[in-house]
Nanobody, 123 residues
Framework: QVQLVESGGGLVQPGGSLSLSCEVS????????MGWYRQAPGKQPKLVAA???????NYADSVKGRFTISRDNAKNTVYLQMDSLKPEDTAVYYC?????????????????WGPGTQVTVSS
C-alpha cells in the first residue's frame, strides 16, 4: 500500500551536518503532514520537525535554528537538513507521514512510519 523509504544518517562529528530524506510511495492521493521523530536509547520518541502540505512547519525547541525541514509535494519526499549537530542529537530518526489518504476501496486514512535511520554525533 504505502511505503516510506529513508536515506541519509550516519556518523558525524559535533558541529557537523547531515541530511535525511524520506520518500513516500504507494497508492495514495494526499498526505496532510510529513515529519521526523527521533528516539534516543532509553527514551520515548519525540517530534523533531514537521511540515504540512501547505508548508507550515513545526520544530522542537531543541533543534530550532539548527535543523530545517522541507518538502517536495511532487516527489512525496520530505527532507531534514541538520546543521551544528550536537552529541544529544544522537538517536534513531523516524520519518512519519501523517493522515495519508490511501486510495483503495474503500478509501481510508492512516499514519505511516519509516523503518528509522541512525544518526550518531560523536568525536
Amino acid at each position: 500500500q504505502v511505503q516510506l523509504v529513508e536515506s541519509g544518517g550516519g556518523l558525524v562529528q559535533p558541529g557537523g551536518s547531515l541530511s535525511l530524506s524520506c520518500e513516500v510511495s504507494g497508492s495514495f492521493s494526499s498526505i496532510y503532514a510529513m515529519g521526523w521523530y527521533r528516539q534516543a536509547p532509553g527514551k520515548q520518541p519525540k517530534l523533531v520537525a514537521a511540515i504540512t502540505s501547505g508548508g507550515n512547519t513545526n520544530y522542537a525547541d531543541s533543534v530550532k535554528g539548527r535543523f530545517t525541514i522541507s518538502r517536495d509535494n511532487a516527489k512525496n519526499t520530505v527532507y531534514l537538513q541538520m546543521d551544528s549537530l550536537k552529541p544529544e542529537d544522537t538517536a534513531v530518526y523516524y520519518c512519519n507521514a501523517d493522515r495519508v489518504v490511501v486510495t483503495t476501496t474503500p478509501l481510508f486514512i492512516k499514519d505511516y512510519w519509516g523503518p528509522g535511520t541512525q544518526v550518531t554525533v560523536s568525536s
